[in-house]
């Protein structure tokens, strides 16, 4: 019984093809496409408020070199919202459950704006190894910790996405699991329970969509310190 609950978190495959494939590539199908009308539709419109909105919220601290990114961070943000939101679905995948994916989307993108701070801004960059006025006994101490601080980041981004995630979807199932049994049993109790489940699943798609926004403003943050 307890393996089977994390049956849902394997990459169903059909006819030997992974369904992940599909699964990553279906937010990008359900999005609407833009026009070149000068009046769009209710949903185009809201479309593009939403994003602008949350492109300038994200851009705000940077700089202008940072602007470069608005374009693969919002990309990134309703990607990973999109998928978030879909695993939520009943009978379907939730890809952002798997660590290797989100390490796949986390190291990358932090890797790059390490490499950015070294070309652009080296003493900066090294800088932040070493915080200002530390005594000199504790100057290698510090500097190991910080590098290894500095290390841990894609690793704590691709960790906090999943970790939430397969939280939150394991209560889901365990809750939906005792109702189930209970509705026979004690018809009071798995209403009760049932409530719950409905309150639990409200907040997992708050939780959804802020591990999302939380995922891209820390990417945000790094490129920040590297611009």
Do not use: C
Request: hydrophobic fraction near 60%; charged fraction near 5%; charge should be neutral.
């Amino acid at each position: 019984m307890t393996l089977s609950f994390f049956d849902q978190f394997m990459s169903p495959v059909f006819l030997g093809v992974p369904l992940i494939a599909l699964a990553l590539s279906l937010p990008w199908i359900l999005f609407p496409t833009p026009t070149a009308r000068w009046l769009n539709n209710r949903l185009l419109t809201l479309q593009g408020w939403f994003i602008n909105r949350f492109t300038q919220q994200l851009l705000l601290p940077l700089n202008v070199g940072g602007h470069k990114w608005a374009t693969i961070l919002t990309s990134l943000m309703l990607f990973l919202i999109t998928l978030n939101m879909l695993g939520l679905l009943p009978y379907t995948f939730t890809p952002t459950t798997q660590l290797s994916l989100n390490m796949g989307l986390a190291v990358p993108l932090w890797l790059a704006t390490v490499i950015i701070g070294m070309r652009n801004q080296p003493t900066a960059a090294l800088g932040h190894l070493l915080p200002e006025g530390t005594p000199v006994p504790l100057i290698p101490v510090l500097i190991i910790i910080e590098t290894i601080s500095l290390f841990i980041r894609p690793l704590a981004l691709g960790v906090r996405l999943t970790a939430n995630l397969t939280a939150g979807h394991l209560l889901i199932q365990l809750i939906a699991t005792a109702a189930f049994v209970l509705l026979p049993l004690m018809p009071t109790v798995a209403i009760l329970t049932s409530a719950v489940l409905f309150l639990l699943t409200l907040l997992e798609v708050a939780v959804a969509m802020i591990q999302a926004y939380v995922f891209v403003l820390l990417m945000s943050l790094y490129l920040q310190e590297n611009v």
